[in-house]
Nanobody, 124 residues
Framework: QVQLVESGGGSVQAGGSLRLSCAAS????????MGWFRQNSGQKREGVAA???????SYADSVKGRFTISKDNAKNTLYLQMNSLKPEDTAMYYC??????????????????WGQGTQVTVSS
């Protein structure tokens, strides 16, 4: 059974930092592109960051220079380091996996798996 379990969300003030983690199990982790997307209630999903099977990373313009995506294949864990957080970063953050990468943030158009999400709230 495939599981993606996010953790690390919380409430911080603007300018603060959070580190999200995603523990994956039940599939061949290293064969999938991984990423983080965020979504607020009633709004469209926004791809935030992605990492390809070869370690190539991509970011949305809105988070470039502030967020860093990384993965540990030995631990089947994906991370998102978020620095200089802004109130507009407030959202539910989801970890996701796709067998078809497509380059950049395109994996978010054809996801195979995603988790239950972890809430990030940034106050001004």
């Amino acid at each position: 059974q495939v599981q993606l379990v996010e953790s690390g969300g919380g409430s911080v003030q603007a300018g603060g930092s959070l580190r999200l983690s995603c523990a994956a199990s039940g599939y061949t982790y290293s064969s999938y592109c991984m990423g983080w997307f965020r979504q607020n209630s009633g709004q469209k999903r926004e791809g935030v960051a992605a990492i390809d099977t070869d370690g190539t990373t991509s970011y949305a313009d809105s988070v470039k220079g502030r967020f860093t995506i990384s993965k540990d294949n030995a631990k089947n864990t994906l991370y998102l380091q978020m620095n200089s957080l802004k109130p507009e970063d407030t959202a539910m953050y989801y970890c996701a996996a796709a067998a078809v990468c497509g380059g950049g943030l395109s994996l978010f158009y054809d996801l195979d798996y995603w988790g239950q999400g972890t809430q990030v709230t940034v106050s001004s």
